[in-house]
Nanobody, 126 residues
Framework: QVQLVESGGGLVQAGGSLRLSCAASGRTFSSYTMGWFRQAPGKEREFLAAISWSGGSTYYAGSVKGRFTISRDNAKNTVYLQMNSLKPEDTAVYYC???????????????????WGQGTQVTVSS
């Protein structure tokens, strides 16, 4: 069992930056692939980024590649999402999630994840 708690969301102007954190409970955090998703009102949950259990491999959606960076600190049971050059269309609730799946084919799919945080709101003003 893994419990996830996101933090770091807020209101930022376009072009600004935010760093989201996701703190995980449980001794097996380092065995999970971690992902970040977001969901805007009226839209489906969208994959953003994922990182392997070791942190050695990362994968990004095209919409955020080059602007967002995912990282993890297994000693702190925490995964991060650094978001730069934010745009109004980045406004959404952001979620972290955990899965034991490692395949890059399926980690882009929300259904592949077993555990989810409650989400943190990010609002980007124009």
């Amino acid at each position: 069992q893994v419990q996830l708690v996101e933090s770091g969301g807020g209101l930022v102007q376009a072009g600004g930056s935010l760093r989201l954190s996701c703190a995980a409970s449980g001794r097996t955090f380092s065995s999970y692939t971690m992902g970040w998703f977001r969901q805007a009102p009226g839209k489906e949950r969208e994959f953003l980024a994922a990182i392997s259990w070791s942190g050695g491999s990362t994968y990004y959606a095209g919409s955020v590649k080059g602007r967002f960076t995912i990282s993890r600190d297994n000693a702190k049971n925490t995964v991060y999402l650094q978001m730069n050059s934010l745009k109004p269309e980045d406004t959404a609730v952001y979620y972290c999630a955990a899965t034991r799946v490692a395949s890059t084919i399926v980690i882009v799919t929300a259904a592949s994840y077993d555990y989810w945080g409650q989400g943190t709101q990010v609002t980007v003003s124009s």
